[in-house]
């Protein structure tokens, strides 16, 4: 079937003039029409620009000028904004915003030759770890649609894993795009904090967000991050560090490779099944010829409150801009100026994000900026000196990605601090600002779960070559929702 190909399949299939781009495109448009009225993984579709882009790179194909990804169907989480399209952060706030820009990375994939059919669904502003926090909805995961995503990026990993593209955008400020990667059985991937750019893209925790590739496979991700990745002088956090080609590495031998196995990713928590298939992982790689030594990240027990403590702070100064004069949503009839910024604020944004807003503010408040945010930093740098130690042991680190399989909808919506827990195992990557990756490792009760790789700063080729190794000798990442087959 044309939606269990890889990209590179895909590529070879166009061609080689087995189907065309268009459809390529129509047959992924049939199957989001089916299948997301149920699992409401789309925000706002775009059919008919993609077909009309479908047909145009039908022209190119045919006339040799075609870009690189000419025809791959895509979607892009809605944090992204996109040239004359609706782009919501997930929220009321901007339900009525139509972009007058490409955020750099919808730029460079279109570029590309990629079509985008439409934008996913996200928890608002990303803040989130079920996308039950939507204005739009929630979203279901194609394994079950009773259970959760994940969240933030839920609705990309939703579309990635019911196969209704090949593959999506995502950000990653806690662990948003390796947690929902997880719960839906994909590949995804956060690389080090600036390797991609970050303008256009709707802030969240500016020191901490991330965009990143979401695919069916290790390899599907190289390619796309050959493209997402580089230097933006339009993003001064972009790092101005050469980009490799990432699928030159996937094959490389895993002999003589040091991965550090991380003593406090494993205990009280972790459900065992996850445990035991993330052991089995570590046998394989070891019989392939790499080396498994203990690691310790003590300061990782303090990884949750410092990032809510950092995240909600800076999410506090982002969305100051709301603020109903500007743009975005506007309440009716304002007696006057100070009535239209607290009704606009009130009515435009949802719970989660308001409750953020207020902690951030505390947090950073005359009285309590060094009893909660300075400290909360002090705590950042003990976690980014953990890594750095360990990394000079090892060259990447091996761990769960979430602490179970997905829940159900509405089981944790009462218990933050339980749902602020599904992050426990991706918090510290995005806090030292390294790259990690999630692929599907195993399922239990009929849902996926996934691996961890952690790796250093620059180091996505590493991370992704362990992941492409295991990827050829299990096939854990070919598994499809029935619903979807």
């Known amino acids: 079937m044309i939606h269990e190909q890889s990209i590179r399949e895909i590529l070879t299939s166009l061609d080689n003039k087995q189907y065309s781009c268009r459809e390529l495109v129509d047959h992924f448009i049939a199957r989001a029409s089916d299948a997301d009225p149920n699992l409401n993984a789309f925000i706002t579709d775009t059919y008919a620009s993609a077909r009309n882009e479908a047909d145009h790179m039908d022209k190119l194909r045919s006339n040799g000028t075609a870009p690189p990804l000419a025809g791959i169907p895509i ?7 996109t040239r004359g399209v609706k782009t919501t952060a997930g929220s009321l706030m901007l339900d009525n915003f139509v972009a007058p820009y490409d955020a750099t990375v ?19 502003f990303a803040m989130g770890s079920s996308n039950e926090n939507s204005h739009y909805g ?24 019911a196969r209704l593209c090949v593959a999506a955008t995502g950000t990653d400020t806690g662990g948003s795009i390796r947690q929902p990667a997880s719960m839906c059985g994909i590949t995804g991937i956060k690389p080090t904090y600036g390797r991609i750019s970050r303008w256009g893209m709707i802030a969240y925790a500016s020191s901490l967000d991330q965009a990143g590739p979401m695919t069916k496979s290790a390899e599907d991700a190289a390619i796309l991050l050959n493209v997402m990745a580089g230097y933006d002088e339009k993003d001064s956090t972009s790092a101005n560090q050469t980009v490799p080609d990432y699928t030159q590495s996937l094959n490389q031998p895993l002999k003589g490779l040091k ?12 459900d065992p099944k996850i445990e035991t298939a993330i052991q089995t992982a570590l046998r394989q790689f070891e019989a392939q010829g790499a080396e498994i030594v203990e690691v310790s990240l003590p300061s990782s027990k303090h990884a949750i409150p410092a990032y809510y403590v950092i995240a ?18 506007r309440c009716e009839d304002p007696v006057d100026l100070e009535d239209l910024y607290k009704r606009s604020r009130s009515e435009g944004l949802g719970d989660e994000v308001k409750q953020r807003i207020m902690v951030g503010s505390f947090a950073l408040s005359a009285g ?11 705590i950042r740098r003990l976690i980014k000196n953990d890594f750095a130690q360990a990394f000079e042991q090892v060259d990447l680190i091996i761990g769960p990605t979430t602490p179970s399989t997905a829940f159900s909808l ?22 030292a600002g390294l790259p990690a990756g999630s692929f599907p490792v195993g399922m239990e009760a009929g849902l996926p779960f996934g691996l961890q790789i952690i790796g250093n700063y620059f180091d996505e080729g590493r991370i992704l070559n362990l992941a492409h190794q295991f990827q050829l000798e299990s096939d854990w990442h070919r598994l499809t929702p029935e619903a979807t087959t």
């Open 75 to 81: 979607a892009h989480k809605d944090i992204f904004c």
């Open 106 to 124: 919808v730029e460079k994939l279109s570029a590309a030759g990629t079509i985008s059919i439409g934008k996913t669904n996200m928890d608002e």
């Open 138 to 161: 929630p979203v279901k995961n194609p394994w079950s649609e009773k259970a959760v995503p994940g969240g933030s990026s839920g609705g990309s990993a939703a579309a990635v894993s």
């Open 259 to 270: 991965l550090g196995f991380c003593k406090e990713y494993f205990g009280d928590g972790l």
């Open 312 to 329: 909600p702070a800076e999410a506090s100064a982002n969305l100051s801009r709301y603020d109903g004069v500007r743009y975005g949503y």
């Open 368 to 378: 309590y900026y060094d009893a909660y945010y300075k400290k909360a930093q002090q």
């Open 410 to 431: 509405g089981e944790k919506t009462s218990d933050p601090i339980s749902m602020y827990l599904q992050d426990i195992y991706t918090i510290t990557s995005n806090l």
